[in-house]
């Protein structure tokens, strides 16, 4: 669950899911999202496992947000909620 903690340089390497039930924006939304966004060979957390499940934000408001910090912003395809399901 994403908490004002990861938004003042909490780091938790064993974070591998993140589920975000709030409007994250601009800064906010780069903080929270880049914690998730750290490899830990040491535990075996690899940046290809990682999974955001986020019931609030539309993914054109995160990528607006990130293409304000990064040259380039890249963001998978949204999940089809039967997967999840």
């Known amino acids: 669950i994403v908490a004002n903690k990861y938004l003042t340089g909490f780091d938790q390497p064993k974070l ?3 589920y975000v039930d709030k409007k994250l924006q601009d800064v906010q939304a780069v903080q929270a999202l ?5 490899s830990a060979p040491k ?3 690899r940046t290809e496992d990682l999974f955001v499940l986020d019931f609030y934000n539309e993914i054109e408001d995160i990528k607006a947000s990130f293409d304000k910090y990064y040259t380039a912003t ?12």
């Open 16 to 18: 591998t899911a993140m």
């Open 34 to 38: 880049s914690r998730l966004n750290r």
């Open 43 to 45: 535990l075996g957390k």
């Open 74 to 85: 890249t963001l998978s395809k949204e999940t089809n909620i039967n997967v999840l399901h």
